[in-house]
C-alpha cells in the first residue's frame, strides 16, 4: 500500500496528509451547516448541497492530482497570458458580471450556466507572474529596478479591479505580493512608495464610491468596520452569533451536527464555518485546523530552502502565503478579532471556484515538491557512477 502510493501520489507527503484531513473536515463542517441554505432554496434537501460540494472536492482532488505530476514550469511559460486573461475578466466583470449581496464578482460561462469568481483566477495569476519577474530579476540592481515597475502595474490593476466588490481580497493579494517583492530583494523604499499610490488610489476609490455607492459598496465597508468597533448587537448579529458560538464550546465541543447557531448565522457555511467548526468539536480541533495552515506554511518554507530554482521558490511561497494569510484572515473574523471580511477558509468553506483554484495552487506546490525529490535522486545516482567509476 505505501508503494502505491508513493508511486502514485508523490510530491510533499505532509501536504497530502493536510489536504485530505481539511477535506475530510470541510465535508463533516459542510453537511452540518448548510440546513439553512438548503431549506431556503432546495426545499430543505441538504443532500443537494453536500454532493454539489463533493463533486467540487473531488474535481479539486483531479486537479490537484493532474497539476502535480506536470512540471512546475510549465506555469513560468504560461504566466504572462494568465494574467492578461485575469485582468480581461476582471474589467468583463465589472461590465456584465452577476451581483449577489450586493457585490459583483462573477462571471457566467455562456451555453454552461457555470458562474464562477474571476478575483479567484486573478490571484493565482498574479502570484505566478510576480514570481517570473523576480526569478528573472536576481542578477542585478538595475534588473530588481525594472522588475518593481513589471509588478506593480499589473498588482494595481488586479488590485484596483477586485476593490470595488471585494475590498478584503484586494487588500490580502496586495499585501501578499508586497511580501513577495521584499523577500525578492525589491528596494523597500519602493515598497513604500507602492503604498503611498494604494492610498491615493483608495482615496480616489472613495471619491467616486460617494457618487456611486451601490457599485463600490461603500456602505458595505463602511457598516462592517463601525458595526466592529461599535459592537452592536442588534445590527452586527452575525459576528456576535459566531461569538456565541464559539463560548460555548468548550475543549470538545458540542458534538458533529449539534450547533444551536447554525440557522441563525449567515454565511455558516462559508464565512464563518470555522466559528461552526469550534461549536461542535471544540477548541482542540481548532487547534488542530490552524496548526495544519502553519505547518503547510512551514513546509512551503523547507521546499523554498532546498530547491535551487529561483522561480519554484517564489512560486511556493507566493502561493502558501495567500493562502495561509485568507485562513488567518478567516479565523480572526470568526472569533472576533477582525471585522467580516467575506473570506472563506480555504479547502474547509464550501465554494465552487475558490476550491478548484486552491486545490490547484497545491497541486503546483506538490509538483515544486515533487521536482526536488527527482532532482535528488538524479544527483545519488550521479554520485553511484562516478564512484563506481
Not at 452540518?32 to 426545499?43: E, H, P
Not at 512540471?71 to 475578466?89: H, M, T
Not at 481548532?286 to 495552515?293: E, T
Not at 471580511?341 to 475558490?354: A, D, E, Y
Amino acid at each position: 500500500m505505501s508503494n502505491f502510493f508513493s508511486k502514485y501520489f508523490l510530491g510533499d507527503k505532509v501536504i497530502w496528509i493536510i489536504v485530505v484531513f481539511l477535506s475530510i473536515i470541510s465535508i463533516l463542517a459542510v453537511y452540518s451547516s448548510i440546513g439553512d441554505l438548503a431549506y431556503k432554496y432546495a426545499g430543505g434537501n441538504t443532500t443537494y448541497y453536500l454532493f454539489r460540494h463533493l463533486k467540487f472536492l473531488i474535481g479539486g482532488f483531479a486537479v490537484m492530482y493532474f497539476i502535480h505530476r506536470i512540471p512546475y514550469k510549465v506555469f513560468f511559460s504560461l504566466s504572462q497570458l494568465i494574467i492578461v486573461v485575469a485582468i480581461l475578466l476582471l474589467i468583463f466583470t465589472l461590465i456584465m458580471g452577476v451581483t449577489r449581496n450586493e457585490a459583483t464578482r462573477w462571471l457566467t460561462m455562456p451555453g454552461l450556466g457555470f458562474e464562477f469568481q474571476t478575483s479567484d483566477i486573478a490571484k493565482f495569476g498574479l502570484i505566478v507572474y510576480i514570481a517570473r519577474v523576480l526569478s528573472m530579476s536576481q542578477e542585478s540592481e538595475y534588473k530588481l529596478n525594472e522588475a518593481f515597475l513589471r509588478i506593480i502595474v499589473p498588482v494595481g490593476l488586479v488590485c484596483g479591479l477586485i476593490l470595488p466588490s471585494n475590498l478584503s481580497t484586494a487588500v490580502l493579494l496586495f499585501m501578499t505580493a508586497s511580501v513577495l517583492m521584499f523577500i525578492g530583494r525589491i528596494d523597500f523604499k519602493k515598497l513604500l512608495y507602492s503604498f503611498g499610490i494604494l492610498a491615493v488610489f483608495l482615496l480616489v476609490i472613495i471619491v467616486f464610491s460617494m457618487a456611486m455607492p451601490q457599485k463600490f459598496r461603500v456602505g458595505t465597508w463602511s457598516n462592517r468596520i463601525e458595526r466592529f468597533f461599535n459592537d452592536d448587537t442588534e445590527d452586527d448579529y452575525q459576528a456576535n452569533l459566531a461569538k456565541v458560538a464559539i463560548a460555548t464550546s468548550g475543549v470538545v465541543g458540542k458534538g458533529p451536527g449539534n450547533s444551536t447557531v447554525r440557522y441563525s448565522l449567515p454565511q455558516a457555511y462559508s464565512d464563518f464555518i470555522f466559528a461552526i467548526i469550534i461549536e461542535e468539536w471544540g477548541s482542540a480541533m481548532a487547534f488542530f485546523i490552524l496548526a495544519s495552515y502553519l505547518i503547510l506554511l512551514y513546509r512551503a518554507g523547507m521546499i523554498v530552502k532546498k530547491t535551487k530554482r529561483t522561480f519554484a521558490a517564489f512560486l511556493a511561497i507566493g502561493i502558501t502565503m495567500l493562502l495561509v494569510f485568507q485562513a488567518l484572515t478567516n479565523m480572526a473574523v470568526a472569533v472576533g478579532i477582525l471585522p467580516v471580511t467575506g473570506q472563506p477558509l480555504p479547502l474547509v468553506s464550501m465554494g465552487g471556484t475558490s476550491l478548484l483554484i486552491t486545490f490547484g495552487s497545491l497541486g503546483i506546490l506538490l509538483s515544486i515538491s515533487r521536482s526536488l525529490s527527482e532532482e535528488t535522486q538524479e544527483e545519488r545516482e550521479i554520485e553511484e557512477i562516478t564512484v563506481i567509476n
